[in-house]
């Protein structure tokens, strides 16, 4: 099994991002999706999920209007689309796949940043 995060880079404050997270191994319709970030000394935080069954999303208050959380499952991946990013947005972001296993892929570097 493995996942990959990308879609992560240098952006300004303000700007967007859409990540996205690539399975493989996994029948992607029967997990559910989170999405996670770690910035320097702090503890990792989950920001956003997406359902396995119904596609029912959810959302941190931190992000919870600049987040859009989304899955293909004919291309196994899941996207998350960041809007309006704040430089406390700036972290490695992590996706997470779960059934009754927990999955977890490399992550990638959001930079926001004048």
């Known amino acids: 099994v493995q996942l990959q995060a990308s879609g992560g880079g240098l952006v300004q404050p303000g700007g967007s991002l859409r990540l996205s997270c690539a399975t493989s191994g996994i029948t992607l319709d029967y997990y559910a999706i989170g999405w996670f970030r770690q910035a320097p000394g702090k503890e990792r935080e989950g920001i956003s999920c997406?359902?396995?069954?119904?596609?029912?999303?959810d959302y941190a208050d931190s992000v919870k209007g600049r987040a859009t959380v989304s899955r293909d499952n004919a291309k196994n991946t899941v996207y998350l689309q960041m809007n309006s990013l704040k430089p406390e947005d700036t972290a490695v972001y992590y996706c997470n796949a779960v059934k009754f296993i927990s999955y977890w892929g490399q992550g990638t570097q959001v930079t926001v940043s004048s």
């Open positions: 997406i359902s396995f069954r119904h596609g029912s999303t």
